[in-house]
């Protein structure tokens, strides 16, 4: 923030009085903050989002019930995250924001970077990945393109609303290893490197404290250790107790309650239960939103809608993922006929419902797309095959869909989830296609054989064992208002697929770490699985998985050579350059997306068997060759060391696995880093065990027990064990022992000491 502007800042915020102060700690309705008209501070407008923007004209609602103004409708982060591609990520944040200006909206509400803890969360299309770091980057990327245009953003929902049931009220208990690992980098990640203006607050209870009311979380974590210097608003109507959230740290409450979150206020600082101090905190904050708002705001921009349009046409391209593929695609431009089969490929689900619900300026169907490319090439014939919002099989559609496979070359089958599956407000009852989609395809498949499936669903479905019954399968998420263009345009060769999975697809539901643990009981919703959420679940269990994190194949092939690692520091923060050359091996220009797993094999905590540190795009013409160089930082090898309170790095020899997806590793490497010795310093409970094994202490107790008939008992190949599990100072105290517990404290200093020295 310029002087100037701070000045002015803290010049209103002494002239504002307190009920002043109060009222703009609230909004003034859904989407606007609250004005002082005598003291020249404006309202503003923040409005939903994030994959294209919800400005609602008059009377809103933040359920997506009522209308908005036309605005480009990009794929929704489902789609968008297996791109892969930050640098597209940044364009279409770039064209958000300027669909901002252009409607006078000052933050946009977005985007969403929980964790896709259970495959079955109502909002997972809302969210980009189970891996933090490839949400936390590809989120950045968003956020610095839409901020670029001087319109703010809002992290959200901070923090662990992983799931839609009882998502106002539900406890989400996790442990904080298992918060700083995999909850929390997509929002430190963001926070860090691309500083949004603003950041939301969830619903849920974390722990069992409301986190619209939690200082650990919205001021120790997100201040303190990541340092957000923005603005903190509530998710709309998450407040529980107004006074408490104000002193934890949360700016603004959203929307308008009417003025009752002002009372409370007041009432709190009369009271002295609310310090002013923590409001005027809060309504700084609040005036320095608006102070970043107003350069923009002054200057409307205009947008260009058929580029928006193209260019969510290129980001849906980007999003799709070829999951299978024996050569029947791309399809040829010329041949026998092309038989669509499916209602989605004439009516599109092209994102989810809920307050993100865009209305877009145009809508692609790829019915029309594909018949307008192979006009004059190619006959396509379209059958429905099914009803799109009904379970049951109708069988005068299935039987239209059977004569027009049975009389074509090659059958488009497009399948998907009903637009009731998945939503805002509700998680899915299960992983699975409708069934009579399925015996639409089975219908299909017996009457002809070459059947490429495309997918619509803003999260993962399970595809077996249908998908032997097709050809090819393209995994087509969310696509936004372009996609029915894109789809064509991969189908038929015009792209060449690089999209990659953001998200593993398991065989079944039961494989996956949330079964039993979601979506929780009486309130609580326990974390058990821990760390190992997605790949890292299913790599911990040795499961066999339908596709893969990072999985999607291209119509080109890539090779990997020449994997070599520089370590550029060493020691407790150390920094490593990973090199790898990438070969188009194929036919075709494509891009492949270099994968970067580490893995820890022997550490002293849990450690997943690998962990997704870094990737890199790079697209090559046929034949081309490039070396790709990924940096891994010290967070790449470390882990939050909870007794420490800070990241880690282990020292020891670190596995680093290059590859196209998790499971289709094509190079490994080993390095040994220096990093830090965390064995516990000793201390009188420390373990008989610890202490022998001390270099120090461990030979100056084996001289003071040396004789006694606790040697031989620790020595004994059975009893050893338990007796190197005992505390000393508990040894200390059983009859006859040698070992003096009045020294234990100054022998532990005193080895401790030497060892540091
Ligand atoms: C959602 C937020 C959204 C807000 C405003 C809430 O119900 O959880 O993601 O930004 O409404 O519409």
């Known amino acids: 923030m310029s002087t100037v502007a701070a000045s002015r800042t803290d010049d209103v915020l002494r002239r504002l009085t307190l009920p002043e102060k109060a009222d703009l700690l609230g909004g003034a309705d859904f989407w606007h903050t609250a004005a002082v008209t005598r003291l020249g501070v404006p309202s503003v407008m923040v409005t939903d989002g994030p994959h294209g923007l919800r400005k609602q004209d008059t009377a809103g609602d933040h359920l997506g019930l009522t209308g908005s103004v036309p605005a480009t409708c990009f794929p929704p982060a489902a789609g968008l995250a297996s791109s892969w591609d930050v640098d597209l990520l940044t364009r279409v944040g770039e064209a958000l924001g300027r669909e901002c200006r252009a409607e006078g909206v000052a933050v946009l509400l977005g985007p969403g970077v929980n964790m896709k803890r259970s495959p079955l969360c109502g909002r997972n299309f809302e969210y980009f990945s189970e891996d933090p ?45 298992t918060l700083r690992e995999i909850y929390f980098p997509a929002f430190e990640r963001v926070v860090r490197t691309a500083r949004p203006w603003t950041v939301m607050c969830s619903y849920n209870r974390v722990n069992g404290v409301y986190a619209s009311q939690d200082p650990w979380l919205l001021t120790d974590v997100l201040r303190g250790d990541w340092g957000f210097d923005g603005l903190v608003v509530s998710d709309w109507g998450a407040v529980d107790v107004r006074e408490d959230a104000v002193a934890a740290g949360l700016d603004l409450e959203m929307p308008s309650s009417g003025g009752l979150g002002a009372r409370r206020i007041l009432d709190a600082v009369a009271a002295g239960t609310l310090a002013e101090a923590d409001v005027d905190r809060a309504v700084r904050r609040v005036l320095e939103l608006v102070e970043r708002a107003a350069p923009g705001l002054a200057e409307p921009l205009t947008v260009d809608a058929a580029a928006h349009h193209a260019l969510a046409r290129e980001a849906a391209t980007a999003s799709a993922v070829l999951l299978r593929n024996d050569g029947i695609l791309p399809l040829a431009p010329t041949g026998g006929t092309v038989a669509v089969v499916g209602e989605f490929a004439r009516t599109p689900r092209y994102q989810g419902a809920g307050s993100s619900q865009v209305n877009p300026t145009r809508l692609d169907d790829a019915l029309g797309c594909l018949r307008a490319e192979l006009a004059g090439a190619r006959e396509v014939t379209f059958a429905a095959g099914y009803d799109p919002e009904s379970d049951e099989a109708d069988e005068a559609l299935v039987a239209e869909a059977v004569a027009h496979a049975r009389a074509a070359e090659v059958v488009v089958l497009f399948l998907g989830l009903p637009a009731s599956y998945e939503s805002e407000g509700y998680d899915r009852e299960h992983l699975d296609l409708p069934a009579a989609q399925v015996a639409l395809l089975e219908a299909v498949a017996a009457v002809n054989r070459d059947v490429v499936v495309v997918l619509a669903n803003g999260s993962v479905v399970a595809v077996e064992p249908w998908q032997e019954l097709t050809r090819a399968l393209l995994e087509g998420w969310l696509l936004g208002q372009a996609g029915g263009a894109a789809t064509a345009d991969l189908l038929l060769g015009r792209a060449n697929p690089s999209g990659r999975l953001a998200e593993t697809i398991p065989v079944r539901y039961l494989d996956n770490p949330t079964v039993g643990a979601f ?131 282990e020292g020891g020899e670190f596995g680093v696995r290059v ?55 620790l020595d004994d ?41």
């Not at 490839?134 to 992983?162: C, D, I, Y």
């Open 519 to 649: 979506p929780g009981e009486l309130g609580h919703v326990r974390y058990g699985e821990g760390l190992l959420i997605g790949y890292r679940w299913y790599d911990a269990h040795a499961l066999r998985v339908a596709h893969p994190f990072g999985h999607g194949l291209s119509y080109t092939t890539f090779a990997h050579t020449g994997l070599a690692l520089d370590v550029v520091t060493d020691g407790p923060t150390p920094v490593v350059d990973v090199r790898v050359t990438v070969t188009n091996t194929g036919g075709v220009e494509g891009t492949e997306t270099v994968q970067v797993y580490v893995s820890d094999p022997a550490a002293s905590v849990q450690r997943p068997e690998q962990e997704l540190r870094g990737f890199a795009r790079v697209r090559l013409a046929p034949g081309a060759a490039q070396e790709v160089v990924v940096r891994l930082d010290a967070r790449a090898f470390a882990f939050w060391h909870t007794g420490f309170g800070r990241w880690t790095v």
């Open 659 to 713: 590859g196209a997806s998790s499971r289709d590793v094509r190079l490994t490497a080993t390095v040994r880093l220096t990093g830090e010795d965390v064995t516990p310093p000793l201390a009188p409970d420390s373990e008989v065990g610890e202490w022998l094994a001390h270099p120090v202490a461990g030979p100056a107790l084996r001289d003071v027990i040396a004789g006694s008939p606790f040697e031989a008992m």
């Open 133 to 177: 770091l490839l949400a936390g980057e590809l989120a950045a990327g968003l956020v610095r393109g839409v901020q670029s245009q001087g319109v703010g953003t809002s992290l959200k929902h901070f923090a662990a609303n992983n799931q839609e049931t009882q998502r106002m009220t539900i406890s989400a208990d996790v442990d904080e290893r």
């Open 717 to 757: 190949p059975h009893n050893g064990q338990m007796m190197r599990a005992i505390p000393l100072v508990r040894l200390a105290r059983f009859p006859g022992s040698p070992v003096p517990e009045a020294s234990l404290a100054d022998w532990a200093t005193t080895a401790n000491a030497q060892v540091s020295a």
